[in-house]
């Protein structure tokens, strides 16, 4: 019975070891939250609302050349969820973000439920995905107190002759920034 309590005690004090070493990491993994945020550069009106964050600041109506921040710090799922709304073209984006245990910190864009733009990503890396009437780019860009994405809504660099978006079929690739 003791060698039992002893090789139990022993089990326990090497996983609290390997655990407290993983939170010491250079990438700081769980130990510092999410910040996102959203910038307008198009022509379209937008309105973004975070669902689920610490903090957030200019949520509502996003005019063209405004920002929405949305920071968030959970122990599990995503630390920052929200939605980007647009009248017209009519959909509304899904927004989520984290910095998990392990891996890279991310975020993401579902556009039509798929998930279009965005994920694992290191710093100075962005995903882009062009529907033809807007332009959406997830950048990872340099930490502070939180791990830093920005999401731009832009006019499409490849814009439909229809004037419609063109539907999402899988993830765009991640790309380093120039």
């Known amino acids: 019975m003791a060698r039992r309590v002893t090789s139990v005690g022993l089990l326990v004090l090497v996983a609290g070891l390997a655990l407290g070493g993983c939170s010491s990491s250079n ?39 405004s920002w929405a921040c949305g920071e968030g710090t959970f122990f599990m799922g995503n630390d920052v969820e929200g939605t980007i709304a647009l009248a017209s073209p009519l959909s509304e984006i899904k927004v989520t ?11 993401r864009l579902y556009i039509g439920g798929r998930w279009c733009v965005g994920g694992s990503m290191n710093e100075g890396q962005e995903s882009v995905w062009d529907d033809g009437v807007l332009r959406y780019t997830v950048q990872r860009i ?8 920005t999401v731009t809504l832009a006019q499409s660099e490849q814009p439909n002759a229809s004037g419609l978006p063109k539907q999402c079929t899988g993830l765009a690739p991640t790309r380093e920034h120039i």
């Open 27 to 65: 990438r700081e993994a769980g130990n510092l939250g999410t910040r996102v945020c959203i910038e307008n550069k198009s022509s379209f009106s937008a309105t973004v609302g975070f669902t689920k964050r610490d903090t957030g600041r200019g949520e509502g109506s996003l005019a063209a050349g």
């Open 142 to 149: 340099a930490d502070g107190q939180w791990k830093e994405f």
């Open 97 to 107: 973000a984290s910095n998990p245990w392990t891996g890279a910190p991310e975020a």
